[in-house]
């Protein structure tokens, strides 16, 4: 299953977009009202913002300094990606995370998974709106489209990484595989952007267990 999905993404975000000097936000806080806050002032509090294209940048620069899995660390993403990401007991033990708002109620949520007895070491990027309804009827900005799917692929096949995209029993297109070593990266996709023919955008791009 893949553990950094859009759903993951959007739980995540809800988690972590808290009020000031407030812990995260509780599972029944509207998602609207949750991404109106500011983040809480822990350790991510040091975070610098980031753009979409900003944050995509340092997730590709991440991966293409990965041999194997092992390699994936807290610490890793703190040098490579320059955040700090917090766990929260509440969700899972080995699960952790960082959102941040981006224009018109969009974010990006980085998640980091330890390995685990039912899990492998993972990492995820994501882009999502708070409430799935939304997400589906708001196709992502062609402003946080920067770097398009073209993008992600050609600098993962630059490094290695053989590509193949998967489709569904009826030929949808369910995600796009690149395979490297030990880690398989998911990427899944959304729609073209209106009025930008030809920009397919990333939804989501992370290990699978």
């Keep these: 299953m893949h553990r950094f999905s859009l759903g993951l993404a959007v739980i995540s975000a809800l988690s972590l977009l808290g009020c000031a ?13 949750a991404a109106a ?4 002032t822990d350790a991510t509090s040091a975070n ?11 997730f590709l620069k991440l991966i293409e300094g990965l041999e194997s ?6 610490e890793r993403i703190k040098d490579v990606m320059g955040l700090s990401l ?17 224009e018109d109620d969009w974010y990006f949520s980085v998640d980091y998974l330890e390995p685990s007895p039912s899990s492998m070491r993972g990492v ?17 900005p062609a402003s946080l489209c920067v770097l398009d ?11 290695g990484y053989r590509d193949v995209p998967i489709y569904g029993e ?29 920009l397919l955008c990333v939804k989501s791009i992370g290990t699978l267990n």
């Design 37 to 40: 806050m500011t983040h809480s």
């Design 149 to 159: 799917f073209e993008h992600y692929r050609d600098a993962l096949t630059a490094i």
């Design 48 to 58: 610098p913002q980031l753009s979409a294209e900003e944050v995509g940048k340092r």
């Design 170 to 198: 009826i030929g949808n297109l369910i995600d796009w595989r690149f395979y490297k070593s030990d880690i398989t990266l998911s990427v899944v996709l959304q729609n073209i952007v209106p009025g930008e023919p030809g």
């Design 69 to 74: 899995r092992d390699d994936l660390s807290l």
């Design 21 to 33: 000097h407030a812990g995260p936000a509780s599972d029944s806080a509207p998602g609207r009202e």
């Design 124 to 140: 995820g990027l994501s882009f999502g709106k708070p409430f799935p309804a939304e997400f589906e009827s708001n196709p992502m």
């Design 86 to 102: 917090r766990n929260y007991e509440s969700r899972s033990n080995d699960f952790y995370a960082y959102s941040q708002l981006l």
